[in-house]
């Protein structure tokens, strides 16, 4: 009869070793990418287009971060591109308002314009939640509704076109995105603080094991006393700031929104996330797997971009293969 503990245990750690080999999928993807983009274009190695692609994969991958933990609960949003581009368009629109009155400085107005951005992204992410929870609408029916609105809203105060910054306002804004810190431009950084942030709260706070326990199993969840209203909630205002964060870091580039900001970013964050290995059913989920999920979606963009293997133009047609086939091999875990 002593055997028996001895295989269970040695069974147990082949199972443990298979999950650590499983979670290092998305890495040796992405290692494989990289040296296959240095034999395709010599230039894809150099310090210049790695600042570009990390650059460039903060604002999907700050969203990103947000929706790890939506979708570990069990939820969805796809609005977070319209929603973006709202944020963008009223915080333009707004701090121009501010600037004609001529009443506050610039500064005064920038940092208002910064709280505006993460304001209303909390409040959106706030809506979504009570909707789906409290008006026990279906998160996908919620944020394919919003998304629309968010875009129809954006285009109204545009009037069909875009809106610009101020100039003064502009010249003030852009080294939030444009400048950097020891060599790494701004947007990283901030990028790697919010992937932080993220990974201790999943990972280390009581709030990150209530959203993996509803998504595990949201019933047994109610039964075990957890507020699973107010988490779910929570999870989509999380969300919501985190898209207010990308959309801070985004309006200096451009000093521009437009009915077509933002598009398709839900598409890349959701699959930055079930790349990285969260399940879509919800219940596990990593913030590191979802920010290499990120740079992996940015650099096989970057390689189609560098060479001519496909058109650049099928780049959203990419992720969305990547999406299913991830899907795919996912259907069995739950």
Known sequence: MLPAPVDSRA?????????????L????????????????????????????????????GIIAVGMTFVIISGGIDLSVGSMAALIAGSMIYFMNMLMSAGTLGPLTILLIGIAMALLLGLAFGCLHGLLIT?????????????????????????????????NQLSDLYSPVYYTSLLGIPIPIWVFLAVALGGALILNRTAFGRHVQ?????????????????????CTYMLLGVCVGIATVLYVPRLGSASPTTGLLWELEAIAAVVVGGTALKGGSGRIVGTVVGAILLSVISNILNLTSIISVYLNAAVQGVVIIAVAYFQRGRH
């Open 213 to 233: 326990a509803i998504g595990s199993n949201e019933q047994v969840a109610r039964y075990a006393a957890i507020r699973v209203d107010f988490v779910k909630t």
């Open 134 to 166: 409290k008006g026990k609408i279906e998160a996908f029916i919620v944020t394919l509704g919003t998304l629309g609105i968010f875009r129809s809203v954006l285009t109204y105060l545009a009037d069909g076109g875009a809106l610009t910054l101020d």
């Open 11 to 23: 069974s147990a750690r082949f199972l443990q070793y298979l999950n650590h080999l499983k979670g």
């Open 25 to 60: 999928g998305p890495v040796l993807g992405l290692i494989g990418l990289c040296i296959a983009g240095t034999l395709l274009n010599g230039d894809f190695a150099t310090v210049d287009n790695l600042m570009n692609v990390l650059t460039r994969t903060a604002f999907i």
